[in-house]
């Protein structure tokens, strides 16, 4: 199994920033055969659907969702299983939960398995 561990959220005034971290974890890692391909983040504000915020591929291309393009950055750290959002300039709507999602490769067949984080609330004050 993979767990997805977020954090960094928090309370924030509008116009400030906030870097969310997400660390997968599990024991399929310790071997070559299962590996992380696309990992991003999602939101969900109350009432509204689970949206796309950004991905971004093994490689390293990056999509973000046209709300947040020029305020939020995805990265990740391939060494470490880690993706990071560094968000600057928020702004009220920003506010929602926020998700870890990853998509692991097994290697001996191609099948891909999606994981899910727990979310880390994001509340932006205006």
């Known amino acids: 199994q993979v767990q997805l561990v977020e954090s960094g959220g928090g309370l924030v005034q509008a116009g400030g920033s906030l870097r969310l971290s997400c660390a997968a974890s599990g024991s399929i890692f310790s071997g070559s055969i299962f590996s992380i391909r696309g990992m991003g983040w999602y939101r969900q504000a109350p009432g509204k659907q689970r949206e796309l915020v950004a991905i971004?591929?093994?490689?390293?291309?990056?999509n973000y969702a046209e709300s947040v393009k020029g305020r939020f950055t995805i990265s990740r750290d391939n060494a470490k299983n880690m993706v990071y959002l560094q968000m600057n300039s928020l702004k009220p709507e920003d506010t929602a939960v926020y998700y870890c999602?990853?998509?692991?490769?097994?290697?001996?067949?191609?099948?891909?398995?999606?994981?899910w984080g727990q979310g880390t609330q994001v509340t932006v004050s205006s």
């Open positions: 999602n990853a998509d692991v490769l097994r290697s001996w067949d191609y099948t891909t398995y999606e994981y």
């Open positions: 971004i591929t093994g490689g390293g291309s990056e």
